[in-house]
């Protein structure tokens, strides 16, 4: 019952990643065997049935993922396996492979979450699972719930020093030690490198957080607080793609900064892409990055782990000149899709003639006419942007974007969009910003000569509030609807409020010391102590480990011989009662002897003696006994009569 309640607990993380027949498979399996063992006339099924739920199980598991490797497939697999192994344990061998496949299914769960809850969780779950371990090894006349617990807290704790040795001394690599499945982050969500109207209102609407920033100074003002991720080129008239190969240098020197330097450190979330964010304009990259000629910083592997790295930006800045291929480009419309908004845009040129006044006159035209920005715009046709533009007007900013740019490209003016985020919210409590999901944006740019490329966002003509503000405030009804906790008090609010940034702040930390802790955190931590290269620190992890282990060891004898010296000192005490009465042992008279003796002379004492006899043998000489047993000795000693 200990077993299927542990395994239970490891596998229920996995119930809504799973797809419910796998789910519903496994849980018939262990409640057959509860069954099982609740009555004892039933048997285990046979091996033929066996053999063909093995079959079967292969089969399903197959036909859900097409494969049966993978992160998905492979814990599917896992779990309907163990789920299977109860179905045929009946030794101890058994029982014991069971327990180990719990600890792997337990592990499995860092795939999906490296939170410190799930950490505390899957304590908890390896906790029972070695507590059942014990259990399993015990005799069951010896094996009681508190000293199970007990013995397996005590393991816990032990391997508590050679833990924390092994963290901070074991040398860190950079990257896994093997390479996870190609589907170990399937479920990331975030930016991607394509766009279409719809794509980023779904993705606003989501929580989770992209990544968190630590400004050096002050906090830059929300409306410049533009983080660059993918830029978009191509249109075929309904979806956004970049279009651009990826340079294979550092283009710093294309931008003149106007401004200040703005230093800052991003800890990024895994989002299963080629690139990091930055805010707009990146000046530096981090190692094995790169900015490209779209002053996108582009790493080398996709990043599945958390990441932290430093970084300098400008806020003001003239970029370069337009390279033929760039203006090209930029210019790209469609011939099939879209005609009447290339046909204003068209119009705009001839009429206006100047870029700049072009730009203005198109920022009214979304101001003035009866735009709204909403998360649930309504369904597109072929022609999304004419559709947008005449018919619906109610979108969010990648409707607004793709709009805009298709109309300044037909008016002439090289138009691109960029995606990212924008805004944030601020955590009092840590000192840091927090970017979600909800802050993802789409903008534009637009080349004018002796500028550049300007930043132009035409969201903020429409909804000024969601660039000023943020997008909580702007959308603050639907996220307080989507909240599980909410409060008309402002007092309750506002402490809530607190506890939140609280908690996010613990889990920062949880992430830049714990999850974030790669080789050169070590590198700077050794480096305090006089450490400074891989041999002097491989020289003190065996002394650590060595001094960890001694102490262990001492421990063990202080302890054993403690036990023993009371052992020994009850015995003493019975001794020299007996003593009292006339009857003295003597230095060659072993327990049993001096027992024997003790009972010839006095018959009247034989039940006490026997028993306080059998005890002391128990405790002295064999290998496994109980504190319960030494303090029954003490007590029979002590309430011995003569």
């Given at each position: 019952?200990?077993?299927?309640?542990?395994?239970?607990?490891?596998?229920?993380?996995?119930?809504?990643?799973?797809?419910?027949?796998?789910?519903?498979?496994?849980?018939?399996?262990?409640?057959?065997?509860?069954?099982?063992?609740?009555?004892?006339?039933?048997?285990?099924?046979?091996?033929?049935?066996r053999t063909l739920l093995l079959c079967t199980t292969l089969i399903i598991v197959y036909l859900h993922y097409h494969t049966l490797i993978g992160r998905e497939a492979g814990i599917a697999l896992l779990a309907t396996m163990l789920a299977l192994k109860l179905l045929e344990m009946k030794t101890v061998r058994d029982y014991v492979v069971v327990i180990m496949l719990?600890?792997?299914?337990?592990?499995?769960?860092?795939?999906?979450?490296?939170?410190?809850?799930?950490?505390?969780?899957?304590?908890?779950?390896?906790f029972l699972l070695t507590t059942t371990l014990i259990n399993l090894n015990l005799p069951p006349a010896k094996s009681t719930l508190t000293l199970n617990l007990k013995l397996s807290a005590k393991i816990f704790m032990q391997a508590v020093p050679v833990m924390l040795i092994l963290f901070f001394l074991f040398p860190r690599i950079p990257g896994p030690l093997?390479?996870?499945?190609?589907?170990?982050?399937?479920?990331?969500?975030?930016?991607?490198?394509?766009?279409?109207?719809?794509?980023?209102s779904n993705l606003s609407q989501s929580d989770k957080i992209a990544f968190r920033v630590a400004f050096e100074n002050k906090v830059i003002n929300n409306k410049l607080s533009y983080w660059r991720g993918p830029v978009l080129w191509h249109t075929d008239g309904k979806n956004w793609r970049s279009g651009s190969a990826v340079g294979d240098h550092n283009n710093v020197s294309y931008y003149r900064p106007t401004g200040a330097p703005i230093h800052y450190t991003v800890t990024l979330e895994p989002h299963n892409q080629k690139w990091l964010y930055g805010l707009d304009l990146p000046a530096t990259a981090p190692d094995d990055t790169i900015i490209n000629n779209d002053f996108q910083l582009i790493t080398e592997s996709k990043v599945q782990e958390l990441l932290r790295y430093k970084m300098t930006s400008y806020s003001e800045y003239v970029t370069g000149p337009l390279t033929t291929d760039e203006k090209q480009r930029a210019l790209q419309l469609p011939t099939n899709r879209n005609s009447r908004?290339?046909?204003?845009?068209?119009?705009?040129?001839?009429?206006?003639?100047?870029?700049?006044?072009?730009?203005?006159?198109?920022?009214?035209?979304?101001?003035?006419?009866?735009?709204?920005?909403?998360?649930?715009?309504?369904?597109?046709?072929?022609?999304?942007?004419?559709?947008?533009?005449?018919?619906?007007?109610?979108?969010?900013?990648?409707?607004?974007?793709?709009?805009?740019?298709?109309?300044?490209?037909?008016?002439?003016?090289?138009?691109?969009?960029?995606?990212?985020?924008?805004?944030?919210?601020?955590?009092?409590?840590?000192?840091?910003?927090?970017?979600?999901?909800?802050?993802?944006?789409?903008?534009?740019?637009?080349?004018?000569?002796?500028?550049?490329?300007?930043?132009?966002?035409?969201?903020?003509?429409?909804?000024?509030?969601?660039?000023s503000l943020g997008?909580?405030?702007?959308?603050?009804?639907?996220?307080?609807?989507?909240?599980?906790?909410?409060?008309?008090?402002?007092?309750?609010?506002?402490?809530?409020?607190?506890?939140?940034?609280?908690?996010?702040?613990?889990?920062n930390g949880w992430n830049q010391w714990v999850i974030g802790y790669d080789s050169l955190k070590q590198s700077g931590l050794l480096a305090r102590f006089g450490i400074e290269s891989i041999k002097?620190?491989?020289i003190a992890m065996a002394i650590a480990v060595t001094v960890a282990l001694t102490l262990l060891?001492?421990?063990?004898?202080?302890?054993?011989?403690?036990?023993?010296?009371?052992?020994?000192?009850?015995?003493?005490?019975?001794?020299?009662?007996?003593?009292?009465i006339g009857i003295q042992r003597q230095p060659h008279e072993g327990p049993v002897d001096?027992?024997?003796?003790?009972?010839?002379?006095?018959?009247?004492?034989?039940?006490?003696?026997?028993?306080?006899?059998?005890?002391?043998?128990?405790?002295?000489?064999?290998?496994?006994?109980?504190?319960?047993?030494?303090?029954?000795?003490?007590?029979?000693?002590?309430?011995?009569?003569?």
């Open positions: 019952m200990w077993l299927l309640a542990s395994l239970l607990l490891a596998f229920a993380p996995h119930i809504l990643r799973l797809p419910p027949t796998i789910t519903v498979l496994c849980l018939l399996f262990g409640v057959w065997r509860f069954i099982i063992e609740r009555r004892s006339h039933l048997a285990l099924p046979h091996k033929i049935i719990g600890y792997f299914l337990a592990i499995t769960l860092v795939l999906y979450s490296q939170t410190m809850l799930m950490a505390v969780y899957m304590i908890i779950v390896a093997w390479s996870l499945p190609n589907d170990a982050h399937s479920g990331t969500t975030g930016i991607n490198d394509e766009m279409s109207m719809g794509s980023i908004a290339i046909s204003l845009g068209r119009q705009w040129q001839q009429q206006l003639r100047e870029p700049e006044a072009i730009v203005d006159h198109a920022l009214k035209y979304f101001n003035q006419q009866p735009f709204s920005y909403t998360l649930k715009p309504p369904l597109l046709g072929n022609h999304p942007v004419d559709d947008f533009l005449f018919n619906t007007q109610q979108g969010f900013c990648e409707h607004y974007a793709a709009s805009f740019t298709v109309l300044m490209r037909a008016a002439g003016i090289p138009t691109r969009i960029v995606t990212g985020y924008q805004g944030g919210d601020f955590n009092p409590v840590g000192g840091y910003l927090i970017v979600r999901q909800r802050d993802a944006h789409a903008w534009t740019e637009v080349w004018l000569d002796g500028k550049g490329w300007v930043r132009v966002d035409p969201t903020s003509a429409v909804a000024p509030e969601r660039v997008a909580e405030s702007a959308f603050a009804d639907l996220f307080n609807r989507q909240s599980t906790l909410q409060f008309d008090n402002d007092f309750l609010s506002e402490n809530w409020r607190k506890l939140r940034y609280g908690w996010d702040t613990v889990n002097q620190m491989a060891l001492l421990l063990t004898i202080q302890r054993s011989k403690t036990k023993r010296d009371a052992i020994s000192l009850s015995y003493y005490r019975f001794c020299q009662k007996i003593a009292a001096f027992a024997k003796r003790i009972i010839m002379l006095r018959p009247d004492l034989e039940s006490q003696v026997a028993e306080i006899n059998d005890l002391y043998i128990a405790l002295r000489y064999r290998p496994r006994h109980t504190p319960q047993q030494l303090k029954q000795l003490q007590r029979r000693v002590q309430r011995l009569k003569l």
